[in-house]
């Protein structure tokens, strides 16, 4: 049981970085940051506000990734926030391909393609994360005081 | 204590990469929009550095890819004259055919070394 618990803190450790990571990116690229939305047809009416909502969600998501207590509602909102954005990733890809894709960090140099693998694998990740941690609070609900 | 010895390594990893990944001057734009004020029926107009303004001619930059109209990019390609930030030459942007042919104008070729994203119209 300890391992599962082990695997799933990895998990939500993993998704943590990455989340922290892409979103101290873009605070720190903030101004190319929002000059890149401002480009993007999909987003443009927004630029501004989402420049700085985006970072700030993901921030707190990786915090609630961070409290044990939280991991799982943290692995549950990092997958509707990747699931989100490999659908705006796909929109991109059908209407404007010929943008960049300001995603944070390193993040920005995978292509379209590339990274729609790379967010599906985090999707995956984030999914067996939830699972273990919920066959770890029915094992625990289970067993007798 | 010993389920939060991930997260910390995480939240280190995190700020020491973005510290390390990215050193430009955050007080600067690390790219700008210029806008096409040229003939976009003339390849030699969209090839023409200077026929690139910062100021928006207020036409939407959508649809078709047959004009040139907007292209983002990276601030080392600028450079400020009089005052007035422009394209460097060195950008050596090429003029392609629009998606529906010659006639109907050009685009910057893409991708193309400096440019980031670009956008055109019908």
Known sequence: MKKK????????ATVSLLLLYTALSKLRDYENFKA????????KSFAALIAW?????????????FVPSTRKAGLQLAVGLIAGFTIYLA????????????CGGVLKNLTWHQHILFNLLFILLSLLGIILYKKHHETMKQTPP | MKRYIFGL????VA???VAFTNPANKNKPLSYTFYFTGNPLTPG??????????TSPGSDCAGTENKACRIVVDDDQTEMVNS???????????AIAGTSGSGSGYVPDYPHTGISAKANRP
Do not use: H
Request: charged share 15%.
């Open chain 1, 91 to 102: 929109g991109m890809i059908l209407f404007t391909p010929d943008l960049p894709c300001n």
């Open chain 2, 84 to 94: 007035v930030r422009v394209l460097k030459s060195s950008l050596n942007i090429s």
């Open chain 1, 5 to 12: 618990v082990f695997l799933a803190d990895s998990i939500s």
């Open chain 2, 45 to 54: 107009d969209v090839e023409d550095e200077s026929q690139w303004s910062l």
């Open chain 2, 9 to 12: 390594m995480a939240i280190v």
């Open chain 1, 53 to 65: 909502l985006l970072p700030a969600v993901e921030i707190l998501v990786s915090l609630l990734l």
């Open chain 1, 36 to 43: 890149v939305l401002s480009v993007s047809p999909l987003l």
């Open chain 2, 15 to 17: 700020v020491t990469s």
